[in-house]
C-alpha cells in the first residue's frame, strides 16, 4: 500500500507537470472507449439470446420447397401442425401460433379501440418461452379444447384500455367477440422476437392479446388471421388476401398454411427421431428442416451486417487510439527520462519503475473510461433517433457497463505497457549522462 501511494503522488506529479499531454491521451483512449463500446453495445443487444437456458432445445419445422421458388416457410396447415404435434409424443413439450391483428376495446363505451396484435395460440405457449405473469394465468385445458372466449392481455394493452393493470376477470372486445381476460403479462418483450419472425418483428414488441387457436372460428371480419395460400391453395380469402367474415372454421380444414409451430426437444436422440418422423411427411414438393433457435436466427440475418462492420471498426479504432496514447506516453518518458535515470540509480528497481508508469496509464485509462462511458450514452442516444426498427430496444445494461469498465483498465494497461517496459530497462547512468 506504501509503494501504491507512492506511485499515485508520483503520477500526480506527472499530470501537473504535463496537463495537456494527460487531457489529450484521455481524450484519445475515452473517444476510442466511446466509438467502440457504442458498437458493440448495439451488437450485443441484437444478438442477445432470447431464450436462455433453453435456446438449443427449442426446435421449429419448417418446410423447403423443391422449386426453390420459396424460402424455408414456418405456415403450415393446422391439420398438419396438430398432427406434427401429436406424432412428436411425450418426450417434448409443444405449440401451435397463429398471428392476427385488430382492434381492441371494452364493455365500456367511453374507451376508444386500441389496435392490437395478437397471438392465437395454445397454453403450453407460455410455459414454453418462459413468459412471465404479473396477474391470473393462462386458460385450463378445456377452455383450449372448445376454444372458449378467454384471454391473456399484456400489461400495457390492459393500462391503455381500463387504466390499471388488475383487469383479470375484466372482458374485453375483439373480432366482435368477447374474450374474458384471465391473466395479464407482466413486463415481457422477447428480444429477438424468435417466436415469430415470419412477420418481420424481430425487434417488436411482444403481442398484445393472447386467445386460445380454436377461438379463431368465431371471429368477425374486423379481426385479421395472417395466412398464405399461394403455398398451399384452398383457404377461404377474399380478393385482398384477408379472412372472409363467417369463414374463418374453414381454415382448420383448409389446406391454407396459417399457423407455425414450436417443440421443446431436450436430448439429442429425441431430435434425431423426430427429424426422421419429418421426413416421412414431406412430399414430392416439399420437405421438413427442423431448426433450433440459434440456427434460425443466425439463418434469418437478425442482427444486420453493418452492426457487426461497425463492431470491428469500433474495436479497430481502439486499438488505435491505444496506440496513439501509448506513443504520446512513450514521449513524455524520454522528455522525462533524468528523473527515471535518477531514481534508478538511487535504488529504484525496475518493478519499481513499470508500476509507476502503469499506475499512471491505468489512472489515465479510467479517467478515459468514465468520458468513454458517457460518449457512449451520448452514442446510442444518437442511434435511437434514427428511428431503427430496433429504436426501442437500445440501452445500456449491466454487462456493457462492466464491459466498458473492464476496457478502460485494459485500454490504460495497453497504453502503458511499452513506456513502462522501455522505462525499466533503460542504463540509468546512459540517460543521466545523456541528459
Known sequence: ??????????????????????LSVVLTLAIGIGTSMTALALLHILSA?????????????????????????????????????????EFSRGTILAEGFGAASTTESQMSPQSASVLHTTRSFFTLF??????????????????????VISKPLA????????????????????????????????????????????????DDIFTPIKAVRDLDASAFVLFDCDVAPGAVADDRGQS???????????????????????????????????????????SYVLENVPTILQKAQVVPT??????????????????????????QFFRHGFETGLRRALGASSRDIRGQFLVESLLIGAAGGLI?????????????????????????????????LLSSIASGLLAGLLPAWRASHIDPGLQIRTN
Open 372 to 404: 468513454g462511458l458517457g460518449l457512449t450514452y451520448v452514442g446510442l442516444a444518437s442511434v435511437r433517433e434514427l428511428g431503427t426498427a430496433f429504436t426501442e430496444i437500445i440501452r445500456m445494461d449491466r454487462t456493457m457497463l462492466l464491459a466498458t
Open 244 to 286: 372472409v367474415s363467417g369463414h374463418n372454421d374453414k381454415l382448420f380444414q383448409s389446406t391454407c398454411g396459417w399457423t407455425s409451430m414450436w417443440l421443446e426437444i431436450p436430448t439429442a436422440g429425441e431430435v434425431a427421431r423426430f427429424r426422421s418422423l419429418l421426413a416421412q411427411r414431406g412430399g414430392s414438393t416439399y
Open 1 to 22: 500500500m506504501t509503494h501504491v501511494g507512492y506511485y499515485l503522488e508520483l503520477a500526480w506529479r506527472s499530470y501537473r507537470r504535463n496537463p495537456w499531454l494527460t
Open 159 to 206: 393500462i391503455k384500455l381500463f387504466g390499471r393493470a388488475s383487469v383479470v376477470g375484466e372482458s374485453l372486445r375483439y373480432g366482435g367477440t368477447l374474450f374474458r381476460i384471465v391473466g395479464v403479462l407482466d413486463d415481457w418483450r422477447q428480444t429477438p422476437r424468435v417466436y415469430n419472425l415470419a412477420a418481420g418483428g424481430e425487434f417488436m414488441k411482444a
Open 130 to 151: 418462459n413468459v412471465p405473469f404479473l396477474l391470473g394465468a393462462s386458460w385450463s385445458e378445456n377452455a383450449e379444447n372448445t376454444g372458449e372466449h378467454v384471454s
Open 49 to 89: 439470446d432470447p431464450i436462455p437456458g433453453k435456446s438449443t432445445t427449442l426446435f421449429q419445422p419448417r418446410r423447403v420447397y423443391a422449386d426453390a421458388t420459396h424460402s424455408p416457410h414456418t405456415m403450415i396447415d393446422f391439420q398438419e401442425a396438430r398432427a406434427l404435434l401429436d406424432a412428436a409424443g
Open 306 to 331: 453493418d452492426v457487426r462492420v461497425y463492431s470491428l471498426l469500433g474495436v479497430g479504432f481502439l486499438l488505435l487510439c491505444i496506440l496513439s496514447a501509448s506513443g504520446a506516453l512513450l514521449g
